[in-house]
């Protein structure tokens, strides 16, 4: 390799800017860790290193409550993608494990939430980060704060800790699993 590609190489490597994404991950169809596991292992292979992983949870279906209960699990990944390529990926891990979308809160084999993206506000009718619903559910403050107890939620500025303490889900939510 001569000098030329090496910097370029050296540049790239020290131009790209890495972002912190923090994922919800959520089964309640089929072999339910098996797919966290699937989801987790494509999300490294695709997305970025995976950082932090919560324990695994398990809660009742949220919405539409006549349906299996679901594993929820929280994971910081690390990625040099931007946000609408992030959610791009996620929906091809969806839909390459078998995922079909016809109604809200429906079961599902999996499914892969963006809650936040660094500490950015993004407000597209495709991608809302932070995810809109995530201050009102136990199932994604308690494995949130688990990991990050001191993340800073943008636009209410609370941290996963002081969300979590004035939550008002009244869905139970217990550890299943330490961790995929």
């Known amino acids: 390799m001569n000098s030329a590609c090496t910097f370029l190489i050296i540049l790239l490597g020290l131009t790209l800017k890495m972002h912190k994404l923090i994922l919800l991950l959520g089964t309640n169809l089929g072999r339910r860790i098996a797919n966290i596991s699937t989801a987790i292992h494509q999300i490294e292979t695709l997305l970025g290193k995976v950082l932090k992983k919560s324990s695994v949870y398990e809660t009742a279906a949220w919405g539409n409550t006549e349906q299996p209960d679901f594993l929820n699990q929280v994971i910081q ?22 995922r079909i979308r016809n109604l809200k809160w429906e079961p599902r084999i999996i499914d892969i939430d ?7 506000i993004i407000n597209l009718d495709h991608l809302k980060i932070p995810h809109p619903e995530l201050h009102r559910r136990k199932f994604v403050l ?10 800073v939620h943008p636009q209410s500025l609370k941290t996963a800790n002081e ?14 699993s330490e961790s995929v």
């Not at 990944?77 to 078998?98: D, F, H, R, S």
């Not at 963006?114 to 950015?120: K, N, P, R, V």
């Open 114 to 120: 963006i809650l936040f993206y660094d500490s950015e």
């Open 77 to 98: 990944v690390e990625t040099g993608k931007n946000p609408t390529e992030c959610l791009e990926i996620l929906l091809q891990i969806e839909a390459g494990m078998g």
């Open 163 to 176: 969300m979590l303490a004035e939550v008002s889900d009244p869905l139970q939510c217990h550890v299943y």
């Open 142 to 151: 308690i494995p949130l704060a688990e990991i990050l107890p001191e993340f």
